[in-house]
């Protein structure tokens, strides 16, 4: 069956550190993987996206996310945090095919805290 | 700006009062999902639209419904809502499934 670990219920940095959020999945062949940001109140925000191709995809506000097939992960970075960066951050996985087409599996979030 | 709306961002009803959520996209995109997200948990897909093919989740109550009449809309009906009904609901459309989901703002539903 598939599903979604983040073993990361809350993440505190300072301002200016650098940021790394763990993804791990479970999928019987390569999924369709994503992250996504939810600021308090607010619905989600596609934050990037793997589908195929290079495994290092380059998000929007300067977020990166490294798939690796190996390790079943696809963790999400940032060089530099911001404080506009305090948010709840969600892992998730598309199914290819089959009849489970198009649904997300969702992780059950980081909560990132910005310390200034 | 092609976006998803959802109207009303907050709503407040009482226990067993039908209420109505409202979804609109302007993406001209062929999915619309509704999605159930309580505090601190991720979001729980409900149902699905795939065109006018309706897809239902199959743990989703009865209690919940869905009605797309065109394209460019989705509604959320609740018959008769619980005090566990309480919830952000997200509306997301994608252009085929399988595809990227784009989300909406959400509608805070509170069950007095």
């Known amino acids: 069956a598939q599903s979604v670990t983040q073993p990361d219920i809350h993440i505190t940095v300072s301002e200016g550190a650098s940021l790394e959020l763990r993804c791990n999945y479970s999928y019987g062949a390569t999924p369709y993987l994503f992250w996504y940001v939810q600021s308090p109140g607010q619905g989600l925000q596609l934050l990037l996206k793997?589908?195929?191709?290079?495994?290092l995809v380059q998000g929007i506000k300067g977020f990166e996310a490294e798939f690796k097939r190996s390790q079943s992960s696809f963790n999400l970075r940032k060089p530099s945090v911001h404080w506009s960066d305090a948010a709840e951050y969600f892992c998730a996985v598309g199914a290819r095919g089959g009849s489970t087409l198009g649904r997300l599996y969702f992780g059950r979030g980081t909560q990132l805290t910005v310390w200034p | 700006d092609a976006m998803v709306i959802q109207n009303p961002r907050y709503q407040v009803t009482q226990f067993g009062k039908p209420v109505t959520l409202s979804c609109s996209q302007t993406?001209?995109?062929?999915?619309m999902y509704w999605y159930q997200q309580k505090s601190s948990q991720a979001p729980k897909l409900l149902f699905h639209y795939y065109d006018k093919d309706f897809n239902n989740e199959a743990d989703t109550p009865d209690n919940f419904q869905s009605r797309r009449p065109n394209t460019s809309f989705c509604f959320l009906d609740i018959r008769s809502p619980g005090l566990g009904d309480a919830a952000m609901y997200l509306c997301?459309?994608?252009?085929?499934?399988?595809?990227?989901?784009?989300f909406g703002p959400g509608t805070r539903l509170l069950v007095l």
């Open positions: 793997y589908f195929s191709g290079d495994t």
């Open positions: 997301a459309t994608s252009r085929d499934r399988g595809e990227t989901q784009y």
């Open positions: 993406l001209n995109h062929n999915v």
